[in-house]
């Protein structure tokens, strides 16, 4: 079924290339080019913290904390406090991550460059750049098993948390064009990985597809849609917390 969607979408979109290429360099011309967040290591303890739990967090842009000034109020900084309230440990965290890396430059760019060789928890961002780039579902989850083997030779069988794919079709620097076709197959990118995952062991995926208004509703958010972004693409300060937090409670479920 997944193929059938990719070859239709494919098919539907094709002819809408051109219109893509040209629609991406006028909004590149337009969306800040923001740097990616700094400090990139650091501890999160909470009271009565007593044990620590050592966290690598890896992946593309949203990882690397575009649209935030440092990580500690990103999403890794973030997400290791909830942690470390959530289980009463000292969570020491470190940020492997770069904007605009593919699943396949991570696997060849990053992972070989982490120096630390033990981690208790490995939490994953990626699928926008693979689905930007127009990635197929067959390679992307290619990738993304070659990338779980990898991780397993190097750091064993830790638990291996991918967060949820980005809301392309939320992005409001973005084309209806665009929106359609990247935000289409970046759902699709999303389903292949719930398979990937559901063959390894010890591995999770939060599959739950991010809208505002479902994010509003649900958490009874008072904000403005401008809110949510830093640049019209990548996440404000609120929302990596908002977002971090969210995968705080999917991990603990989970764990």
Do not use: C
Not at 194 to 219: A, F, G, M
Request: aromatic share 10%.
């Amino acid at each position: 079924m997944n193929r059938l969607k990719y070859i239709i979408g494919s098919i539907i979109s094709f002819p809408l290339i051109p219109i893509l290429y040209f629609q991406g360099k006028a909004i590149r011309k337009t969306v800040p080019q923001l740097p990616e967040a700094t400090g990139i290591e650091g501890e999160a303890r909470s009271l009565g913290s007593s044990n620590s739990t050592r966290l690598l967090v890896l992946g593309e842009s949203t990882v690397a904390g575009v649209g935030v000034k440092t990580h500690e109020e990103g999403f890794a900084g973030t997400f290791a406090k909830e942690i470390s309230i959530n289980t009463k440990q000292l969570v020491q965290w470190k940020v492997y991550a770069r904007s605009g890396y593919t699943a396949k430059r991570v696997r060849f760019k990053i992972v070989p460059k982490i120096s630390e060789h033990q981690f208790d928890m490995i939490v994953i961002g990626l699928g926008g750049n693979d689905a930007f780039t127009l990635n197929s579902p067959k390679k992307w989850s290619a990738q993304i098993q070659l990338l779980i083997d990898e991780l397993r030779a190097k750091f064993g069988n830790v638990p291996i948390y991918f967060t949820n794919m980005p809301p392309i079709k939320e992005f409001p620097a973005f084309t209806k064009t665009i929106k359609f076709v990247v935000g289409n197959l970046v759902e699709l990118l999303g389903e292949q990985l719930q398979r990937v995952v559901r063959t390894n062991p010890n591995v999770y995926y939060n599959s739950e597809v991010i809208t505002i208004d479902k994010w509003t509703k649900r958490l009874n958010i008072n904000a403005k849609e401008n809110q949510f972004f830093s640049d019209g693409v990548h996440p404000s300060k609120f929302t990596y917390q908002v977002w971090a937090k969210e995968m705080a409670k999917f991990v603990s479920s989970n764990s």
